[in-house]
């Protein structure tokens, strides 16, 4: 064996030492960002909140991804316009200073709620930079043919952060209350800026020839989906599901709370049986039959079995191994829809693309967050985990439906769609 397809037999991460850096900055960031929301969220219900808790940590998770959505034009910009190197390490340095200031604050004195959202906001606006210019940067890391696997790895950062950050967000709020949560997102915050510092980004891609003759007009995401309805209806979809899978994150504290009357090694425990799920699903889902859209159907329907178990038995192992399910099937369709995105969009276009998709899926998370966050001081945990499955079918359907039509009938003016999807189904 030569060393040469040793090599290629070796991990991208470990392989391409530029991915490999950028993606273990990805995992750190991610990590705080979510170790932070977590924290919070516990955080709130359990110690700084003595009614109405659910609004509340739904208003938090709402401020959380607000910036992801109202600063989505202006995320597109820049990331067309600045090194993408300097975007990634700019913003997780400022991410990080942030959070080292509050922490600060936060030991001494006690920490007032509006400085905690106030932070959530800033942290959540960095996070909003960081995560779709690295999307757009992928191309610039990897060959053509390393596509997938990047996509691979880049998505299984979410499974990871879930895991690690969701595991330690309560149990440090437990142990050292919510300042030690702070200080921990700014040494992984900076400690992600320095990687970034390491790395190196290969010029990107020469533009085609009819994009050589001038200036190149930045389209609007409209103006991108022209022509692959498809896509349009794969995003309508999972905009829609996003509504009642993200709720997750206010539905599980307050059954945590008030169902299994447990503490926060419990939320801990589901927040890491999700980020399982998602890793393990990040990485087995070329094994899946069918075209995304038909596989996005069938998972959607497991996904809403899953969230929907809870609301029925009332049992910690039982929830745990629902949302390992759960956490699966997101890692499943969101590596089948990216890897066929990455494809499908001109390079020209990637920035206000993936930027414009993370403020729509993003968009549903504040409403989703405010809520169910009123229902839940309303109704009982256990009756909103039956909404969530509820209000999963008819994505599920839509996407199904979806599936079938492409196989039986083509859309017109999609023939390069139709064939990345039969690519993609082969895979």
């Known amino acids: 064996m030569t060393a040469t397809a040793s090599t290629r037999q070796l991990p991208l991460v470990l392989r391409n030492r530029a991915f490999g850096a950028v ?18 969220v516990w955080w709130l219900v359990g110690y700084a909140i003595g009614g109405d808790r659910g609004l509340a940590s739904g208003a938090f998770l709402a401020v959380s991804t607000l910036p992801a959505v109202a600063l989505a034009p202006v995320v597109a910009r820049v990331i067309a316009r600045c090194p993408h190197r300097e975007v990634l390490r700019v913003s997780a340095a400022v991410a990080g200073v942030v959070a080292a200031g509050v922490a600060g604050w936060a030991y001494l004195h006690a920490l007032a709620l509006v400085a905690a959202y106030a932070a959530a906001l800033v942290l959540a606006a960095c996070q909003a930079l960081f995560d779709p210019c690295l999307t757009t940067s992928v191309p610039e890391l990897v060959d053509d043919a390393d596509i997938e696997a990047a996509t691979g790895f880049e998505l299984s950062t979410q499974s990871l952060a879930g895991l ?30 320095g990687l970034l510092g390491l790395a190196r980004f290969a010029v990107a891609p020469a533009p085609g020839p009819d994009e050589a ?3 190149v007009e930045r389209r609007t995401l409209r103006q991108v989906l022209t022509g692959h309805p498809l896509v349009r209806c794969v995003l309508l979809c999972l905009t829609a599901a996003n509504l009642f899978t993200t709720s997750v994150y206010v539905v599980m504290p307050l059954y945590t709370r008030s169902v299994l009357h ?15 799920g998602a890793l393990v699903g990040s990485f087995t889902c070329r094994r899946l039959p069918g075209g995304p859209a038909t596989t996005g159907g069938a998972c959607l329907v497991a ?43 001109p390079t020209r276009d990637k920035p206000v693309f993936f930027a414009a998709m993370q403020a729509l899926l993003g968009a549903t998370f504040p409403l989703s967050s405010l809520v169910f966050g009123f229902l839940g001081d309303h109704l009982s945990p256990r009756s909103l985990c039956l909404i969530q499955a509820a209000g999963l079918v008819p994505a599920a359907l839509a996407l199904w439906l979806l599936g ?18 039969a690519m993609a189904g082969e895979r």
């Not at 273990?24 to 705080?32: F, G, I, N």
């Not at 447990?262 to 399982?276: C, H, M, Q, R």
């Not at 196989?407 to 390069?416: A, I, Y």
Request: aromatic share 6%; proline share 5%.
């Open 213 to 215: 003759q001038g200036p």
């Open 164 to 193: 690690a950050g969701g595991l330690l967000g309560p149990l440090v709020v437990d142990a050292g209350g919510f300042p030690a949560v702070l200080a921990g997102c700014a040494g992984a915050y900076l400690a992600a800026a």
């Open 404 to 421: 079938g039509r492409n196989q039986s009938e083509p859309v017109e003016d999609d023939e390069p769609l139709d064939a990345a999807v």
């Open 23 to 40: 993606w273990a900055a990805q995992v750190l960031t991610q990590a705080a960002n979510r170790m932070f929301q977590v924290g919070a």
């Open 262 to 276: 447990s503490d926060g090694s419990t939320v801990a425990t589901f927040e890491s049986a999700l980020g399982i």
């Open 303 to 345: 996904m809403a079995a899953a969230l929907g178990l809870p609301g029925v038995v009332a049992n910690q192992a039982a929830v745990a191994g629902a949302l390992v399910i759960a956490g699966w099937c997101v890692g499943a369709v969101g590596v089948r829809f990216v890897a066929l995105f990455q494809r499908l969009v």
